[in-house]
């Protein structure tokens, strides 16, 4: 099949499902390419763009309210027309996300834990922390104990000042010293990965015909490159954030998280420039086209220019 086609039928796929999630769609938009090119788009232009995926003007319209309503944008008022950016709180939650979904699955482990005790707080923070913390990839050794292998602490600093726990919840490091194969077994379940490793298969099936048919005869079209671009990383956001990204030593045999990953980066970079012109042609500002993007754009999937 031609690019064009497995293209086609990426979106009537999406556009066939029984509810659209067309709030969860504009967030990618804005994640993957609005916020790298300055972050504000014209509400028209995000509505003539979102048309291609199936989604109507009313659609977009409801689901843009919501996103603001929720804190993740903010709209300027310029004439008759409205402008959305990110707002700040969006910005961060954005950065934070970016760096998971373009970064790279870690390689190495020092075999040591990064271990939450939560006996000392109240039962209500309690639940915001394994929220908050599972995030991060954090998962339940037990009722009262989050574990992760290689955590961010940039991170995990930012998510205890957030939550004001920044004095009473204990932070320890631990190693496992017997019983490797049991330990490989509860976390497993602890993260349940079983369920993410069918989730990553399920988007290697889907995605690596528009790889291959990447590499054949036809030409790869702006508009094509730009829906390919948004449905893989909406779809591979879906898998990744459940994904606590263990080192492989504790990953199950044939783990198709790895595949996901190199699937995911091989086919954005193929498609990330003609999707930029297409953005180029599409989204306005107050001031023109939308800015080209920062300069840490290229640095998405350990480099877009590499191949």
């Known amino acids: ?7 086609r039928k990426l979106v009537d796929e999406f556009r066939a499902r029984p509810t659209l ?6 967030t990618t938009v804005f994640g993957d390419a609005i916020a790298p090119r300055g972050g504000t788009v014209w509400l028209g232009s995000l509505i003539n ?10 659609l977009v319209r409801t689901s843009v309210f919501r996103l603001a309503r929720d804190g993740w944008l903010q709209s300027q008022q310029i004439g008759r027309r409205s402008y959305y950016s990110l707002t700040a709180e969006g910005r961060e939650q954005f950065e934070r996300a970016t760096s998971r979904i373009y970064g790279q699955p870690a390689d190495h482990w ?40 290689s955590p961010d602490l940039g991170e995990l600093d930012a998510a205890m000042s957030r939550l004001g726990i920044a004095d009473t919840l204990v932070v320890m490091r631990g190693q496992t010293i017997r019983s490797e194969t049991a330990m490989r077994e509860l976390t497993r379940d602890c993260w349940n990965l079983d369920d993410i490793d069918a989730r990553y298969a399920a988007f290697v099936r ?28 909406q779809e591979y956001r879906k898998v990744l954030l459940r994904d606590p990204w263990l080192p492989p030593e504790l990953l199950p045999a044939a783990w198709h998280g790895a595949a996901a990953y190199q699937l995911c980066r091989n086919l954005y970079r193929g498609v990330h420039g003609p999707a930029d012109a297409h953005l180029d042609k599409m989204m306005e500002t107050a001031d023109g086209p939308l800015p080209p993007p920062a300069r840490s754009f290229m640095r998405r999937f350990g480099g877009l220019d590499k191949t």
């Open 49 to 58: 763009t979102m048309a291609d995926f199936g989604i109507s003007e009313r």
């Open 21 to 26: 999630r067309a709030g969860s769609l504009i």
């Open 110 to 149: 020092d075999g040591e834990w990064c271990l939450l005790l939560l006996s000392g707080l109240e039962t209500a923070t309690k639940e915001s922390v394994r929220r908050e913390c599972g995030w991060l990839g954090f998962g339940p050794l037990s009722a009262n104990v989050l574990a992760h292998p």
């Open 206 to 233: 889907r995605f690596r015909p528009v790889y291959k048919a990447m590499s054949g005869k036809g030409a790869i079209t702006e508009k094509a490159a730009f829906l390919v671009r948004t449905l893989l990383i």
């Open 1 to 7: 099949m031609s690019f064009q086609s497995t293209c």
